[in-house]
């Protein structure tokens, strides 16, 4: 599931989630080739197990642990910022696992978009808390919050599966991709819209129609846009879009993973609904604070799955530099410089 963003459903002016500056897309002649290297080398794996692609991701886990990586580097940052009361030692230790099942996350793309539907389905053992959102979504729909925890990309296909979802998504930077991208993405039943005006609206359509929308509420919305409030303790620029659906529609909150298990058996879902008093709050700083509060619990019950590599702190309030570049990011001040 994928992307973002206090509008009525019928605005017509982006919300600042789409007005920020959009990434710039790769318009160079090396791009086409760069696609259909990509796609063949994603279908070449794909020809493995999963335990195959899991050990060639643990292989390369142990590559990103071992040199100075940008994976590293904006790991050990986020580590540093988001786990002050661990130790170096301990710190040092989830780093490790963490690029190891990022390694993992990276390998089993290859399967989760290019193997058939159903055998990827397959690979789903358990499905913890499915009836009680099915249950929910009938009454008024449902919204389900997918952090970057796990194997978030299975939990879109499994979940879409299941019951009609809606979700947002970015279009890739190689526009050659985008096809294979959302191909492998609404195979298995899901429908993704693009992350601007039309798509938001979209997602308030199927709420209304009682559906089920997905966010990665994780994301920095960019530039500009979303608001500043502490994810971890550290100030992080976060959308605002799942306050603004909250306060229109009386769905049901859920945060959804997909639990990678030991030994490449497989997969656990997760559907735990949300409850935090302050979800639904008018005042949307307030409703932003208490989503992040329910991502940081969910994300600390298995650590070492989250995606500590994403540059999550790039954006900095005024005054603080990005710690990714000049220093260590602390979670009192912001960042500490080097």
Not at 24 to 31: E, F, G, N, Q, V
Not at 56 to 78: C, I, K, M, Q, Y
Not at 154 to 168: I, K, N, V, Y
Not at 322 to 327: A, I, N, Q, T, V
């Amino acid at each position: 599931m994928s992307t973002e963003p206090s509008l009525p459903p019928d605005a017509a002016e982006p919300p600042a989630q789409t007005r920020a500056a959009k990434p710039a897309k790769d318009h160079s002649y090396s791009a086409p080739l760069r696609a259909a290297l990509g796609q063949f080398a994603l279908r070449t794996a794909a020809r493995g197990s999963l335990a195959t692609l899991h050990a060639f991701g643990r292989a390369a886990g142990r590559v990103l642990a071992s040199w100075p990586t940008r994976e590293r580097l904006a790991t050990r940052v986020n580590l540093a910022a988001c786990f002050p009361e661990l130790d170096a030692a301990a710190r040092a230790e989830l780093e490790r696992a963490s690029l190891l099942e990022t390694g993992c996350t990276m390998a089993e793309l290859a399967a989760l978009w290019c193997w058939p539907g159903a055998r990827v389905l397959e690979l789903v053992r358990e499905a913890r808390g499915l009836e009680a959102l099915d249950a929910a979504r009938r009454e008024h729909g449902a919204l389900l919050l997918t952090p970057h925890l796990g194997a978030w990309e299975l939990a879109g296909l499994f979940t879409g599966s299941r019951m009609p979802l809606t979700a947002l998504y970015k279009a890739p930077r190689i526009r050659e991709m985008e096809a294979f991208y959302t191909q492998g993405r609404e195979r298995c039943g899901a429908r993704l819209v693009p992350a601007d005006v039309g798509g938001v609206r979209a997602l308030h359509r199927a709420l209304r129609a009682r559906e089920v929308v997905g966010v990665l509420p994780d994301q920095d919305p960019g530039r500009g846009s979303g608001i500043f409030v502490p994810f971890f303790g550290v100030p992080a620029n976060t959308t605002t879009l799942v306050a603004k659906l909250l306060q229109k529609h009386p769905c049901p909150l859920f945060l959804v993973w997909c639990e990678r298990l030991p030994l490449s058996a497989g997969f656990r879902m997760h559907y735990v609904v949300a409850r935090g008093d302050d979800l639904r709050s008018p005042d949307t700083e307030v409703a932003v604070r208490a989503m992040n509060r329910e991502l940081e619990a969910l994300i600390r019950s298995a650590p070492s799955q989250y995606l500590w590599s994403y540059k999550r702190f790039r954006n900095r309030p005024v005054g603080l530099r990005d710690p990714y570049r000049h220093g260590v990011a602390d979670s009192t001040i912001g960042v500490r410089q080097a």
